[in-house]
């Protein structure tokens, strides 16, 4: 007990005087994660727009894909970008394996689907009203989808908050991929699995806190919009 005590109470002091370290890990955290969920709501919008309201060929095989893939291992993405970008990979020319782009890379594999799928049931759940009231006022098909999408932006925001949630939490596939380089593509999972394997404890729970501070954060954020979705 006075061990965990004092690694805790080492945490505490570190996050109240945190150092340059640490202070990067969690800023390429932040911004590896962030940037993999919103290149994958700018892409996953539309694609989710286009299952809603097109009829085509296995459009009931691409939803069935998106659904299945939101379960999506982290360490089976992680290989699978790694042998695609490693050096004897089809794209290892671009040099991107071990770098904090190929971490965006493997977190948007994660994210992208989460984004869809979710986004795709919040499009189709807007009331039919709606829409026959953009018609009727002569509304283009742009307008129409935009208006379709402000009735959906709480479960579409939804959708967003679940994915970088999720992203942000995962360890495998950025370990495989980005190899976990001290003040280059450390982020806070992978280096909380290795200073705990080290016997660091109080840098682990110190990134374990901000960890857990963030996925509280997200999971009200999500609570909060899916409170507000019921209301309209």
């Known amino acids: 007990m006075d061990f965990l005590a004092d690694a805790l109470r080492q945490a505490l002091l570190l996050l109240v005087s945190p150092d340059a370290e640490l202070l990067g890990i969690i800023a390429l955290s932040l911004a590896v ?19 809603a309201f097109k009829r085509f060929p296995l459009k009931g095989g691409l ?39 190929v971490m965006v890379i493997a977190q948007f594999i994660l994210a992208f ?38 009735e959906a932006r709480y479960g579409i925001l939804s ?23 001290r003040g280059y593509t450390r982020v806070m999972t992978t280096t909380i699995a290795l200073e705990a394997d080290k016997g660091d404890f109080e840098l682990a729970i110190a990134l374990g806190i901000v960890l857990l501070a963030v996925s509280l954060l997200i999971n009200s954020v999500l609570y909060y919009l899916q409170r507000k979705g019921k209301r309209q």
């Open 33 to 51: 994660s962030g940037s993999a969920v919103v290149a994958a709501t700018v892409l996953a919008l539309p694609f989710a727009s286009v299952l």
């Open 159 to 181: 959708g967003v908050m679940a994915a970088l949630g999720r992203v942000m939490a995962e360890v495998g596939a950025v370990l495989i991929v980005g190899g976990n380089i």
């Open 63 to 101: 939803l069935s894909l998106m659904n299945t893939f939101m379960g999506l291992p982290p360490v089976v993405v992680g290989l699978l970008v790694f042998l695609i970008f490693s050096r004897s990979g089809p794209l290892g020319f671009l040099e991107l394996i071990y770098t904090p782009y």
């Open 113 to 150: 689907p989460i984004v869809t799928a979710i986004s795709h049931s919040a499009v189709v759940g807007v009331d039919p009203a709606v829409i026959d009231a953009a018609k009727t006022l002569g509304a283009t098909p742009f307008q129409k989808t935009i208006t379709i999408f402000k």
